[in-house]
């Protein structure tokens, strides 16, 4: 789990009714903690046996502020600051909400709070803010229509109720010797889960979703349904999320799209039925998808990250019979049984071990499928190549272009330092276009040669005969070496093929090296 999503701390449910402020839910909720940072000392420790003091984090200090703190804080008093995205700091802690009302005539105060540490980045607080403020509209809605948070807080007084303490928390004193005392705090907020409270349902599963999978699908009174997906910041390509594609990707569902259609409203976006239509996508490119099913290339997109952002997609390269693949370090050994049965109901002729173990090192693609004769048994294992990507039981392996450091490399050539630097910021042009491959005069190939080369490499260059085709490609070639991208972005970008990357390769061995790794495209 990333550092940001471990720095999302809480979700509270605040009513200012005519009772006045009043936290109606919370979670999580850490009984444990709370009763561990509730200890009263009723006596004197002996010298030298004193607890050393606890280091508080900002889950203590969270857990550490009551109910009667929290519900005076985070509702508005006046109607006048509904409406109004709320943020309000309180030493480590961030709270971020969208204080409502559910209409003119109403007189209750409503509040979806997401809590934080302080120093999360301004993107995570800006989509929660948004979070907040689609929640409000949504049960803003359900209750002028339904009365459905009327009906839901009746329920959780019921259980506030039945605490001995009517709509507080329940506090015992527990003597557990004659030294000190333990004060055990016992909440309702777990009941109103137990009880099938549709509001409690609803704000635990966000919180869940959220922090597991950076998204959630949220359905409100099985009517009001959208998706939701935390914008991490500069990093959520590398580390999550795509929020960009290329050209030369495509994508693998990871819902049937049977599943996936009647999940959608009625009025979805026809783009998006023509596409979850298509057979196969995984084996062409989203370029030739675009052009397949006519729809504009931006459009489709669009849609294919709004799919991998839904968790009904992932992004890869095309399958391809050069494709490499390697065994993911990141499955549990744990999930292998099950996976083995389902793989098993679904391709009764391979075994599910025999196959994952052929991959245990970096195998090209049609290495397995020279090895078969009849093409059914071929077709058969390319979707066996797909089980295994859209369970994330396999990676993909692509060749990334480095240049080879001289030693007068960090003096003279800092154009490929620069370009090694700025990679991961280079790789998230949302929608490149479709036009590339310009071509370059002998003055850009100079320069070029000038701004990613040491002065040793470039003599060394002048003393290499070899044909001006290839020295221009390999002028073409350099500005994208050092930053990240794989080959078939390479050869994207520069209009060659992939003979000619080959060429530059072996024939520029001594300022050029390849490296292959795994490229995060989930």
């Not at 203590?60 to 009551?66: S, T, Y």
């Not at 807080?153 to 527990?174: A, F, H, R, T, W």
């Not at 500069?234 to 259609?261: G, H, M, N, Q």
């Not at 002729?349 to 025999?354: G, L, S, V």
Request: overall charge negative.
């Amino acid at each position: 789990m990333s550092a940001e999503l471990d720095r999302f701390l809480s979700v509270i449910f605040v009513v200012n009714a005519m009772k006045g402020p009043k936290v109606y839910f919370r979670y999580p909720h850490d009984v444990d903690n709370r009763n561990e940072d509730r200890t009263i000392s009723a006596g004197i420790f002996p010298r030298g046996n004193q607890p050393p003091p606890k280091i508080q984090t900002s889950k203590d200090l969270l857990d550490d502020l009551r109910d009667s703190s929290l519900q005076g804080l985070l509702i508005p008093k006046s109607s006048d600051a509904c409406g109004r995205k709320m943020v309000v700091s309180v030493d480590s802690l961030l709270f971020i909400g969208y204080p409502f009302m559910a209409g003119t005539e109403s007189t209750y105060k409503y509040n979806v709070v997401f809590v934080v540490e302080r120093n999360i980045p301004r993107s995570i607080v800006e989509s929660l803010l948004a979070l907040s403020t689609r929640m409000s509209v949504a049960l803003s809605y359900e209750e002028r229509t339904c009365s459905y948070l009327t009906e839901n807080l009746k329920v959780i007084d019921q259980i506030y109720s039945e605490e001995d303490i009517p709509g507080q928390e329940n506090i015992d004193v527990l003597k557990v010797d004659d030294s000190k005392q333990v004060i055990t705090e016992h909440c309702p907020f777990d009941r109103m889960v137990g009880c099938q409270i549709d509001l409690a349902i609803v704000l635990k599963s966000v919180y869940d979703d959220i922090k597991t999978h950076r998204s959630a699908k949220i359905l409100i009174n099985n009517t009001i349904n959208f998706s939701f997906f935390l914008q991490t910041g500069p990093d959520t390509v590398s580390t999550a999320t795509r929020t960009a594609v290329a050209p030369f990707e495509t994508f693998v569902l990871l819902e049937s799209p049977k599943d996936i259609k009647e999940s959608l409203n009625c009025d979805s976006c026809p783009s998006l039925i023509m596409l979850l239509d298509l057979p196969k996508p995984y084996f062409r490119s989203l370029k030739d998808i675009a052009l397949s099913i006519d729809i504009d290339f931006q459009e489709v997109c669009r849609i294919v990250v709004a799919l991998v952002q839904w968790r009904k997609a992932i992004i890869i390269f095309p399958i391809v019979t050069t494709n490499e693949y390697m065994v993911s370090h990141h499955v549990s050994v744990t999930e292998y049984p099950e996976m083995a049965r389902s793989f098993q109901e679904e391709f009764k002729k391979f075994d599910f071990y025999i196959e994952l173990a052929k991959f245990s090192q970096r195998t090209i693609l049609s290495d397995i499928l020279d090895c078969f004769s009849d093409r059914e048994t071929i077709d058969s294992y390319r979707l066996i190549v797909i089980w295994l990507l859209r369970r994330r039981l396999l990676v993909q392996l692509f060749a990334h272009v480095y240049i080879k450091p001289a030693h007068d490399t960090c003096a003279a050539a800092p154009g490929a330092v620069q370009e090694m630097c700025q990679s991961q910021q280079d790789r998230k042009i949302s929608y490149p276009s479709l036009t590339r491959g310009v071509p370059i005069s002998d003055e850009i190939k100079n320069k070029h040669f000038e701004h990613y080369l040491s002065p040793s490499q470039n003599r060394a260059l002048k003393m290499k005969d070899v044909p001006a085709t290839v020295l221009t490609n390999f002028a073409k070639v350099l500005p994208h070496a050092n930053t990240g991208r794989t080959s078939e972005e390479i050869l994207w970008r520069t209009n060659l093929q992939t003979f000619d990357l080959h060429d530059v390769i072996t024939t520029f061995s001594e300022f050029l090296v390849t490296i292959r790794h795994p490229t995060n495209l989930y």
